[in-house]
């Protein structure tokens, strides 16, 4: 099964964003709902963070591209079972892809990714150049 | 051999039984669960994103298996959210098992917030009844 997902355009979406609780159909909601994984973005005045949901999977498994203010996270969710007869599936499984753009171009070689329960916390610097900056004012 | 764990739909509504009693209602979500059988086991994986092992609960009574995951609270002071398609929440789900199950020796376990359970089926014995003459 191949999960893909569009480019999300953060500044064209109503903030803050509440969803409704999709519960276990989630994935199977069809255009327009969340896709896998699903995501949180944080901001401050340094850093963006970002928080993904990906319970599975362990480091080397997951990918991350970042350029400017572009975000891909991509991976494949594998099953372990073999030899075992299928009773009920609703977990999301196959390859999957997910590009969102964020709210500041971020450095990229600073960024820090730490995996947790399944819990992947992305930490990305905010480019020094978009920084706000202070203006002195001169003259009278 | 057909073996099965039944939904318990009632059981499920409840969004806050004791367990669930946080300082600030947390929501609770029902966690996404795969199901597999082979001739020995049942096995119940599920996503519980944030669970790990100290803060998962697995219990039965009767014949019910309730599962339980409490998420910590993230540390978000200073960040503002910009975007958001998941709440913080806890996971909770109710199945009902069937006879065939050996609830002594059901197994769970959790790793990066997949738990899994095994529930091994019991083999059905013949217990032979005497019979005495009156």
Redesign the interface.
Known sequence: MYLTNFL?N?QK?P???F?P?L??D?LESGYGA?SFP???????TE?V?V?A??????RDEISLSITDDVLTISGELK?A?A??????????AGMFQKT?EL?SPVDADKAEAV?K???LEITLPIRESVKPREIPVTGE | METTITQNTAMENQTSGEAVKTEKQARVYRPSVDIFSDEKNIYIEGDAPGVDEASLEVSIEKNVLTVFGKTPRPDLDGFTLKYSEYRYRNFKRQFELNADIDANAIEASIKNGVFKIKLPIKIPEVKKITVHSG
């Open positions: 999300h953060i979406m903030l803050p964003l969803l609780d519960g276990s989630f969340p699903a995501l949180q973005i944080y901001a401050n850093h963070l928080r949901e990906i319970p599975g999977l362990t099953s079972m030899d075992v007869k299928i009773i009920r599936r609703e977990r999301a969102v709210p995996l329960n399944g819990i």
